[in-house]
């Protein structure tokens, strides 16, 4: 072979290569999913989103033919399950769970990340925080507990989510708005829900300001008490339980909330069809039945609505934030 030739020949190459790396990845989006999609979730086992996302989880294999891994990352109060969505191939095999903490993490310096570094898929969830306290605790309602905590400052401590997450400063702008310290409540980090309600039972801490649906298990099992929801209607699922407002007169209300999201830069097609495949799962009989057996508050939002209520809600929580001493 010449000089030449030799030439013409690793030109040719070099052609079909690149032809071969520009096709292949077309060729992939026209047959996804062709294996195995992954689900991250920030939080730890047991609690609401975990339980949120395997639900979703299992309803998403039947509609893209897949199977649907649900990984649970935990960490550094949500940033690390978080991150490990941002950071994974835009090609449709990794998607994740986003929660309300994406619109609040930044605000305290925990990260770069927002609603913002994701590909909306589509909202399903939203539930309001609730005071939660062991079964035993001497409080009769949220008056007396609020009074308790206004006479010993610094003597409780609360639990339920990471350092500045969502149940965190549902109880801290609680307590600004009954003219209380928020500092006055020692906040004990945790990785959701799940273990925060089991160190109160266990006597580590006296209140998980957490969801009902969240707090169900052991509310049943005659170990915890709600005392009050901070939504502005009763919970459908414990209607006895009372509102904030209707106990104390306060307007004060707070709700975490969860949806699908992929890493930047989806491709349109890959995106179209997950959208398509969670809207399916959200209206499904399947779906809103776990949901009300479970008691989690079930709302639907499409890629655009999705991405206007995450820039609405970074923007309210930061606010908040900054007003109870949250934010950096």
């Known amino acids: 072979m010449t000089h030449r030739s030799r030439r013409a020949w ?36 047991g ?32 940033v690390v399950g978080h991150a490990a969505i941002a950071a994974a191939p835009p090609d449709g095999y990794t998607i994740g769970m986003a929660t309300v903490e994406i619109s609040m993490m930044h605000w305290q310096g925990l990260t770069e990340l927002s609603g913002a570094s994701y590909t909306p898929i589509g909202l399903v969830n939203i539930d309001p925080a609730g005071i939660q306290v062991r079964a035993d605790a001497p409080y009769k309602n949220v008056k007396d507990l609020l009074a308790a905590i206004k006479a010993s400052p610094g003597k409780y401590k609360a639990s339920g989510t990471g350092q500045g997450g969502i149940w965190h400063l549902a109880l801290a702008g609680l307590l ?35 969801s009902l649906p969240e707090a169900r298990s052991l509310i049943d099992a005659g170990k915890v ?38 890493p930047k830069g989806l491709p349109k097609d890959i995106h179209d069809k997950l959208a398509a495949a969670v809207r399916k799962v ?7 039945d776990f949901m009300a057996s479970r008691g989690f508050g079930v709302i639907y939002a499409g890629p655009e609505d999705f991405a206007k209520f995450m820039a609405k809600s970074d923007q309210e929580l930061g606010a908040t934030m900054k007003a109870v001493g949250i934010a950096k």
């Open 10 to 45: 690793l030109a040719t190459a070099i052609a079909a290569l690149s032809f071969a790396t520009t096709t292949l990845p077309a060729a992939a989006q026209a047959n996804y999913p062709s294996r195995p999609v992954t689900l991250i979730v920030p939080w730890g086992a």
């Open 225 to 262: 008490r709600s005392l009050a929801i901070m939504s502005d209607k009763p919970s459908a699922l414990y209607p006895k339980v009372p509102t904030l407002k209707s106990e104390t007169g306060s307007d004060w209300t707070m709700a975490a909330w969860r949806g699908i999201v992929a």
């Open 176 to 210: 600004r708005d009954q003219k209380i310290d928020p500092a006055a409540v020692g906040w004990v980090p945790s990785n959701g829900a799940a273990p925060g309600l089991q160190d109160m039972v266990a006597g580590g801490v006296e209140i998980a300001p957490v």
């Open 282 to 288: 959200a209206a499904s009989k399947e779906y809103t």
């Open 47 to 78: 609690g609401g989103t975990d339980a949120t996302a395997r639900i979703v989880g299992s309803l998403l294999e039947k509609e893209l033919g897949q199977p649907v891994t649900v990984v649970n990352r935990t960490g550094g109060s949500g």
